[in-house]
């Protein structure tokens, strides 16, 4: 059993977190572990069609972002990594400071500690040098960022492929095989 833990903060962008749930869910062999912010939950209702609680029961476990004795919040518990999308810049902050306040930030500071990948899409724009600047603390420390881009080389006709494009991206990191989108092959 692969184990993948996901996390949705308050920044725009719901539906890239949705949707990787989604895809993650298709494979048997994947089990996922959800932490919502309060914020997560807010724009789910805003920016998409689903309910919170439809989107929980997208993972395979879901945690109150308050229990920091969670599983998630330990190192012995063995995941192959962690991604946080959408990641607003409050929770960046939070874990390129390793400032463990809340469960999903303890849980990102584990998967670093421990060499395990973790991925964060801010999803932010325009960006000033602090935002910059937390971006590349966070890499310093190990974490990959990768911010939901527009990509056009595949010729995208909708928002929906568009979002698949970046889900495919951040499967791609965490090394789990997709169909999501059509890999440049050079002109």
């Known amino acids: 059993m692969r184990r993948f833990i996901v996390g949705m903060t308050g920044a725009s962008g719901a539906i890239i977190g949705v ?7 298709k494979d048997p062999e994947i089990e996922t572990h959800l932490v919502l ?7 789910i209702a805003l920016e998409t069609p689903l ?6 029961a997208l993972a395979d476990i879901c945690y109150p972002i308050e229990d920091i004795a969670a599983s998630i919040a330990s190192g012995s518990f063995l995941v192959e990594g962690m991604a946080v999308v959408p990641c607003s810049i409050k929770a960046l902050s939070a874990i390129a400071n390793s400032y463990n ?5 303890r849980a990102a500071d584990v998967t670093v500690k421990e060499g395990r990948p973790l991925i964060l899409s801010p ?32 010729r995208p006709k909708s928002v929906e492929e568009m979002v698949d494009h970046t889900v495919g991206r951040l499967l791609d ?11 440049w092959e050079g002109s």
Do not use: C, Q, W
């Not at 309910?51 to 929980?56: H, P, Q, S």
């Not at 040098?129 to 937390?134: A, E, N, Q, V």
């Open 173 to 183: 990191a965490l090394k789990v095989e997709h169909n999501l989108f059509k890999r």
């Open 37 to 43: 912010s309060d914020g997560a939950k807010m724009n």
């Open 51 to 56: 309910t919170v609680e439809e989107v929980k």
């Open 101 to 105: 306040a809340n469960l999903l930030t």
């Open 123 to 154: 999803r932010e724009t325009p960006l000033h040098r602090g935002h910059l600047k937390l971006m590349f603390e966070a890499s310093e420390i190990g974490a990959r960022i990768i911010p939901p881009m527009m990509t056009f080389y595949h």
């Open 19 to 25: 949707r990787l749930l989604e895809e993650l869910k």
